[in-house]
């Protein structure tokens, strides 16, 4: 059974660094057929996909985003990190971190972390 | 790949059958997903490849469409049912978009 969780601090200042972290267990980031993404949600709505990263270390970003996202992986601390440049309060939001199944013709997001709460603000 | 989703609100009642809409702004064939959202809770995929059940899931859920316009259809709506649905492109992956979201709520 998989499971995702992400940690990370609840508040940061506009203009700050955010790093978030998933760890991961019941399945190895290893594996050539699990990704892991980071999706977004600002209060009340919608979901907005940022990135991705796979077991041959290709990345992914969302392009109104490339240039304030990194994302990274220690496999054998099986954890994804997320950091995001020049934070602003609109980057308010629940950061979620998913597992990507590349073994779908439909790639889909088939297990997720319960998410955290990132508030910016000064 | 923009996706669209209506109603944005879609008042229902328990047992009715309920159809919500997800649009893309280009052909994407099969590669629609669906999710079901709680509140304080994270997603989860219902449906895959525009018509497959996740594991797990009610078959009262029912996906279909191919190219831009997809359905999905939640037959005879139970009480654990009233959440916010998202559609979730994969033609263009590894990238993504979700559509806006629709909120079934009570009538």
């Known amino acids: 059974q998989a499971a995702l969780k992400e940690s990370g601090p609840v508040l940061v200042k506009p203009t700050e660094t955010l790093t978030l972290t998933c760890t991961v267990s019941?399945?190895?980031?290893?594996?050539?057929?699990?990704?892991v993404s980071w999706i977004r949600q600002p209060p009340g709505k919608a979901l907005e996909w940022l990135a991705n990263?796979?077991?041959?270390?290709?990345?992914s970003y969302n392009p109104s985003l490339t240039n304030r996202l990194t994302i990274s992986k220690d496999t054998s601390k099986s954890q994804v990190f997320l950091k995001m440049t020049n934070m602003d309060p609109v980057d308010t939001a629940t950061y979620f971190c998913?597992?990507?199944?590349?073994?779908?013709?439909?790639?889909?997001?088939?297990?997720w972390g319960q998410g955290t709460l990132v508030a910016v603000s000064s | 790949i923009q996706m669209t989703q209506s109603p944005s609100s879609l008042p229902a009642s328990v047992g009715d059958r309920v159809t919500l809409t997800c649009r893309a702004s280009q052909s994407i064939g099969y590669y629609l997903n669906w999710y079901q959202q709680k509140p304080g809770k994270a997603p989860k995929v219902l449906i895959y490849g525009a018509s497959s059940l996740q594991s797990g899931v009610p078959s009262r859920f029912i996906g279909s469409g191919f190219g831009t316009d997809f359905t999905l259809t939640i037959n005879s709506l139970q009480p654990e049912d009233f959440a916010t649905y998202f559609c979730?492109?994969?033609?263009?992956?590894?990238?993504?978009?979700f559509g806006q979201g629709t909120k079934v709520e009570v009538k």
């Open positions: 998913a597992r990507i199944d590349l073994g779908y013709a439909s790639v889909h997001f088939d297990s």
């Open positions: 019941g399945f190895s980031l290893s594996s050539s057929r699990m990704g």
């Open positions: 979730q492109q994969s033609f263009t992956k590894p990238t993504f978009t």
């Open positions: 990263i796979f077991s041959n270390d290709e990345e």
